[in-house]
């Protein structure tokens, strides 16, 4: 089951429930995979509604590896995900959403 303090959202993805984490490792491929400078143009490209399917399945597979499900781009591209596009883009609006604005541990 997902925790949202760390960042993390469930997906149903043919039939089964996975939890999908965007881990400093998995910005990082996400980075190098979307050609971004940085951080910032993750958040700018969504919200200018630049995204492309590409992008979906990218941050969803990232997302899903630092979570620890190994599977590939490839692999995602041939799953069921609930809700079909619109579901996968909100997956992915709710991931980023808490990827950057989770609050921080008070220690």
């Known amino acids: 089951m997902a925790n ?3 960042g993390e959202i469930d997906l149903m993805i043919d039939g ?3 939890t999908l984490c965007l881990t400093l490792g998995a910005l990082a491929e996400l980075e190098a995979k979307l050609q971004l400078n940085d951080l910032n143009g993750l ?3 969504f919200q200018e509604g630049r995204i492309s399917a590409r992008d979906i399945i990218a941050i ?3 997302g899903l590896r630092g ?3 190994p599977i590939s781009d490839q692999d995602l591209e041939k799953k069921h995900i ?3 596009a619109m579901g996968a883009a909100k997956a ?3 991931l980023l959403h808490l990827t950057f604005s989770a ?3 008070q220690q």
């Open 60 to 62: 969803l597979g990232a």
């Open 4 to 6: 949202p303090k760390r």
């Open 43 to 45: 958040g700018q490209r």
């Open 92 to 94: 992915v609006a709710q």
């Open 103 to 105: 609050p921080l541990e």
């Open 67 to 69: 979570a620890g499900h």
């Open 16 to 18: 089964q429930i996975h």
């Open 82 to 84: 609930e809700g079909g």
